[in-house]
């Protein structure tokens, strides 16, 4: 099975613009998560996605939004870019059958200048 | 509140010696525990885990201990390998059944492993 991919894999936005990342889950995976990695924060939660419907959401502003396709692809959008919003993007998905383990795709690099 | 906490951010270790990385939680309600490994440009990669009704899984060199009463984990890698250099990220689970809300994970912010030839 191919694994989790996700588009771009790099990309550079000035403050102030909106950028949309891709994520493709593995194939017959309907849940889809998104998570953002900082040096100094680690890896933080930001929402989870299962048959189009948002479940969770993490503690970040209305800024960044995600959305699900019923093919399980997935997207997540964040408006009005800050400085601050420079991180590596990732995004995983998990089978149905097991609630914890998650499938890590490659991530997005976004560069905030 | 960091719920996760990896309170070693690197570790250096020679080959062929035993790894251990630890971690440390604060919610009684995560129910289920990993171990992932990140390397450069890549995903994390899951590795092992552990349910919270047991206290060690082993899985070839990698060996998860889970004590619950001191909220406290740690991975063992033995013998080490210098392809085991890589950032682990320790994880934790809370599902619904164990009074949790949702299925994230929570990580910890990882411990750069380095193995030395």
């Known amino acids: 099975k191919a694994g989790v991919t996700q588009t771009p894999r790099y990309l550079i936005k000035t403050r102030g613009q909106q950028v949309t990342l891709s994520c493709s889950p593995i194939?017959?995976?309907?849940?889809v998560s998104w998570y953002q990695q900082t040096p100094g924060q680690g890896l933080q939660f930001l929402f989870e996605?299962?048959?189009?419907?948002?479940?969770n959401k993490g503690n970040f502003p209305g800024r960044f939004s995600g959305r699900q396709f019923s093919n399980s692809r997935s997207e997540m959008n964040v408006s009005t870019l800050e400085l601050g919003d420079s991180a590596l993007y990732l995004c995983?998905?998990?089978?149905?059958?097991?609630?914890?383990?998650?499938?890590f795709g490659p991530g997005t690099r976004l560069t905030v200048t | 509140d960091q719920q996760v906490k990896q309170n070693s951010p690197s570790l250096s270790v020679q080959e062929g010696r035993i790894s251990i990385l630890n971690c440390d939680y604060t919610?009684?309600?995560?129910?289920?525990f990993l171990w992932y490994k990140k390397y450069p440009a890549e995903g994390p990669t899951f590795l092992i885990s552990?349910?919270?009704?047991?206290d060690k899984n082993e899985d070839g060199r990698f060996t998860v201990f889970l004590n619950k009463s001191a909220k406290h984990l740690s991975l063992h890698i033995v013998p080490s390998q210098p392809g085991d250099s890589a950032v682990y990220f320790c994880?934790?689970?809370?599902?619904?059944?164990?009074?949790?809300?949702?299925?994230?994970?929570?990580f910890g912010k990882g411990t750069l492993l380095t193995v030395n030839p």
């Open positions: 995983a998905s998990r089978p149905t059958s097991k609630a914890y383990e998650q499938y």
């Open positions: 194939s017959g995976h309907r849940s």
């Open positions: 996605y299962f048959s189009e419907t948002q479940r």
């Open positions: 919610n009684s309600m995560f129910d289920y």
């Open positions: 552990i349910s919270s009704i047991k």
């Open positions: 994880a934790a689970h809370a599902s619904p059944d164990s009074g949790g809300s949702n299925y994230k994970l929570t």
